[in-house]
C-alpha cells in the first residue's frame, strides 16, 4: 500500500488583528466608491467616456460663457439659468450613472456580500443616493464656479463687486442642489427596479422625458388653475416652477416672463419636497425586500 504523500503547507494566513472600524466609515467607503463610479473613476476608459463628456460639455459652455461677459461686460446668463439650461444633459446623465451604481449589484448577486458585513440596508441605499445626488450637483454647480472665477477676476468693482456676485453664486448651488436632489432621487429608484441597465436608463429617461407631454396638454386646458399647476406634471418643470418661484429676479428677470404658475409657487415646493421624500423611502423600501429575500 503506497504511504500517503499529501502535504498540508503554511501560506501565511493570519486573523485580522487591525482596527475595525464600523458602519460610519463603511458608509463613507461605500459613498466615495459611488461617487467615483459615476465618473467612471478607477474603471476602463469606455467607462469615462460619456460621464466626463458631459462634464466637458457643461464646463466648455461656462468658459464660453465667462469669455463673452468679459467682453461685452454684461452677464449673458446667471448661475441660476445655467443649471436650467443644462438639465436636459442632467436627465441622459442620470440615465447613465444610475443603473451603474445599483443595477450592476442587483444583476451579479453581491448585495448579500454587501449585507454581511456591519451595513445596514438603508445605509447601502442612502450612500448610493447621496453618490448621486453629489454627482449631479457638482455637474451643474462646478461650472457655475468657473463663472463665478471668471467674473470675480473680471469684475470692475473689486471686493464688492466680488462679493455681489457670490451673492449671486449661492442661490444658483441651491438651485443646482434641488436638481440634483429631484433627478437622483427619481432616477436611483427606478433604477432599482431592474438588473438590466439598459431597461433601467429606458426607464429613467421614460420617466423625464414622458411626462413633459403631460404638462403641454394640461397647459390649454380651460382652467386657469390648472394651467398654473400643469408644471407639477412632470419632475423637470416641478423644478422650474419652484426655480419660478424663489427665484423669480435670478431666473426671470422680466416681468412676466417665467413659468405661470400664479401664487401656487408655495405648491410646487411642497411637492418637491414630498417627491424627494416619496422617491428616497420607497427606494429604503425596495432594498429592504430584496435584502429579505
Same mark, same amino acid.
Given at each position: 500500500?503506497?504511504?500517503?504523500?499529501?502535504?498540508? %503547507?503554511? /501560506?501565511?494566513?493570519?486573523?485580522?488583528?487591525?482596527?475595525?472600524?464600523?458602519?460610519? %466609515?463603511?458608509?463613507? =467607503?461605500?459613498?466615495? %466608491?459611488?461617487?467615483?463610479?459615476?465618473?467612471?473613476?478607477?474603471?476602463?476608459?469606455?467607462?469615462? #467616456?460619456?460621464?466626463?463628456?458631459?462634464?466637458? /460639455?457643461?464646463?466648455?459652455?461656462? $468658459?464660453?460663457?465667462?469669455?463673452?461677459?468679459?467682453?461685452?461686460?454684461?452677464?449673458?446668463?446667471?448661475? =441660476?439659468?445655467?443649471? &436650467?439650461?443644462?438639465?436636459?444633459?442632467?436627465?441622459?446623465?442620470? $440615465?447613465?450613472?444610475?443603473?451603474?451604481?445599483?443595477?450592476?449589484?442587483?444583476?451579479?448577486?453581491?448585495?448579500?456580500?454587501?449585507?454581511?458585513?456591519?451595513?445596514?440596508?438603508?445605509?447601502?441605499?442612502?450612500? @448610493?443616493?447621496?453618490?448621486?445626488?453629489?454627482?449631479?450637483?457638482?455637474?451643474?454647480?462646478?461650472?457655475?464656479?468657473?463663472? +463665478?472665477?471668471?467674473?470675480? +477676476?473680471?469684475?470692475? &468693482?473689486?471686493?464688492?463687486?466680488?462679493?455681489?456676485?457670490?451673492? &449671486?453664486?449661492?442661490?444658483?448651488?441651491?438651485?443646482?442642489?434641488?436638481?440634483? $436632489?429631484?433627478?437622483?432621487? #427619481?432616477?436611483?429608484?427606478?433604477?432599482?427596479?431592474?438588473?438590466?441597465?439598459?431597461?433601467?436608463?429606458?426607464? #429613467?429617461?421614460?420617466?423625464?422625458?414622458?411626462?413633459?407631454?403631460?404638462?403641454?396638454?394640461?397647459? /390649454?386646458?380651460?382652467?386657469?388653475?390648472?394651467?398654473?399647476?400643469?408644471?407639477?406634471? !412632470?419632475?423637470?418643470?416641478?423644478?422650474?416652477?419652484?426655480? !419660478?418661484?424663489?427665484?423669480?429676479?435670478?431666473?426671470?428677470?422680466?416681468?412676466?416672463?417665467?413659468?405661470? /404658475?400664479?401664487? +401656487?409657487?408655495?405648491?410646487?415646493?411642497?411637492?418637491?419636497?414630498?417627491?424627494?421624500?416619496?422617491?428616497?423611502?420607497?427606494?429604503?423600501?425596495?432594498?429592504? @425586500?430584496? =435584502?429579505?429575500?
Amino acid at each position: 500500500m503506497p504511504e500517503p504523500t499529501g502535504v498540508i %503547507h503554511d /501560506i501565511g494566513y493570519q486573523r485580522y488583528t487591525g482596527p475595525r472600524l464600523g458602519r460610519r %466609515h463603511v458608509f463613507g =467607503a461605500l459613498y466615495l %466608491h459611488g461617487l467615483r463610479t459615476v465618473f467612471g473613476l478607477g474603471r476602463s476608459a469606455k467607462a469615462k #467616456i460619456f460621464p466626463w463628456l458631459v462634464v466637458g /460639455i457643461v464646463t466648455v459652455v461656462a $468658459a464660453g460663457l465667462t469669455a463673452v461677459r468679459s467682453q461685452l461686460g454684461e452677464v449673458v446668463m446667471t448661475y =441660476a439659468q445655467f443649471a &436650467d439650461a443644462m438639465s436636459w444633459l442632467v436627465i441622459f446623465f442620470v $440615465a447613465v450613472a444610475a443603473p451603474e451604481l445599483v443595477s450592476r449589484d442587483l444583476r451579479s448577486g453581491v448585495l448579500p456580500l454587501y449585507f454581511s458585513r456591519p451595513l445596514p440596508r438603508d445605509d447601502y441605499a442612502l450612500a @448610493k443616493l447621496l453618490s448621486l445626488a453629489s454627482a449631479l450637483w457638482l455637474l451643474l454647480g462646478g461650472p457655475q464656479l468657473v463663472m +463665478f472665477l471668471g467674473a470675480a +477676476f473680471t469684475t470692475s &468693482d473689486g471686493l464688492r463687486g466680488t462679493w455681489n456676485e457670490l451673492l &449671486d453664486l449661492l442661490p444658483g448651488l441651491l438651485y443646482a442642489g434641488l436638481w440634483a $436632489a429631484v433627478f437622483a432621487s #427619481i432616477g436611483l429608484l427606478v433604477a432599482s427596479l431592474t438588473g438590466k441597465r439598459a431597461f433601467a436608463a429606458g426607464g #429613467i429617461v421614460a420617466v423625464f422625458l414622458m411626462t413633459t407631454p403631460v404638462v403641454g396638454v394640461l397647459s /390649454i386646458l380651460p382652467s386657469r388653475a390648472v394651467n398654473e399647476l400643469a408644471l407639477l406634471a !412632470s419632475p423637470s418643470t416641478l423644478v422650474q416652477g419652484v426655480g !419660478s418661484w424663489a427665484l423669480q429676479d435670478l431666473l426671470y428677470p422680466g416681468a412676466g416672463t417665467g413659468p405661470p /404658475i400664479g401664487g +401656487f409657487g408655495p405648491v410646487y415646493a411642497v411637492v418637491a419636497v414630498l417627491l424627494v421624500t416619496a422617491c428616497t423611502a420607497l427606494l429604503l423600501l425596495r432594498y429592504r @425586500k430584496v =435584502a429579505a429575500r
